[in-house]
């Protein structure tokens, strides 16, 4: 089938560790995003993906890294300077498609991050 | 910048009657996407039901319909014959058509609740 896999499901980070969030998709999209959510809030963009190597910042990306050096993954490291990294974290993909093509994301089913 | 907005942070209703979630947008542009996510609480992001501007006709999926006023720049969602299944968070989203980027812009979120 295809879709979104995020990894782990449930994430416990100690203060001052650096930790990588897995995601990866076979529906061959273009772009890939990670989103912030807060309890009771919508969703923030922390960084996105158009091609394989290049990035862009999302509104939040201070604290965040990611990679994009296979189409399928694009990992997310949450590092010690995130200064509040708890939240639940969603990975998201869509096509690029030029004109006026459909272009809704896909999301995995989440990652529950909590500092301990 | 563009920016939703979803002015009802929670609606209730009884198990087999009608809701409608409200949802305005600001933007300058005239071609765009509207759509509406539901978030149950396994937290994982569903598309319900999407509209592309530059169709007059509104968008139906089964139960759920939108009411899109462009004029307006309200995008409301309709959903009948509400079942339990359908308590979820309710976020609507903006995509510009002109934005290299495919960003998504996302409201705030309904917390919609059915009374059994």
């Known amino acids: 089938d295809g879709g979104i896999t995020q990894s782990p499901k449930y994430l416990f980070r100690k203060e001052g560790q650096n930790v990588t969030l897995s995601c990866e998709q076979n529906?061959?999209?273009?772009?890939m995003y990670w989103y912030r959510q807060d309890p009771g809030q919508g969703l923030r963009l922390i960084y996105y993906s158009q091609i394989v190597n290049d990035f862009q910042k999302g509104d939040i990306a201070e604290g965040y890294s990611v990679s994009r050096e296979k189409k399928e993954s694009f990992p997310l490291t949450v590092t010690s300077a995130q200064k509040n990294p708890t939240a639940f974290y969603l990975c998201a993909s869509s096509i690029v498609a030029g004109g006026l093509g459909w272009t809704e994301a896909f999301f995995g089913q989440g990652t529950r991050l909590t500092v301990v | 910048a563009q920016t939703v907005t979803q002015s009802q942070p929670e609606m209730s209703v009884q198990e087999a009657e009608t809701v409608t979630l409200s949802c305005t947008y600001d933007?300058?542009?005239?071609?765009?996407?509207l759509f509406w996510y539901k978030q149950p609480p396994s937290r994982q992001m569903i598309l319900v039901i999407r509209?592309?501007?530059?169709k007059q006709q509104n968008a139906t999926e089964n139960r759920f319909s939108v009411n899109f006023q462009k004029a307006a720049k309200s995008f409301s969602l309709k959903i009948s014959d509400s079942q339990l299944g359908d308590a979820a968070m309710y976020f609507c989203?903006?995509?510009?058509?002109?934005?290299?980027?495919?960003?998504?812009?996302w409201g705030a979120g309904t917390k919609l609740i059915i009374k059994p």
């Open positions: 509209q592309e501007a530059y």
């Open positions: 933007t300058s542009e005239s071609d765009y996407y």
């Open positions: 989203a903006y995509r510009s058509v002109m934005d290299s980027n495919y960003q998504l812009i």
């Open positions: 529906l061959n999209h273009d772009a």
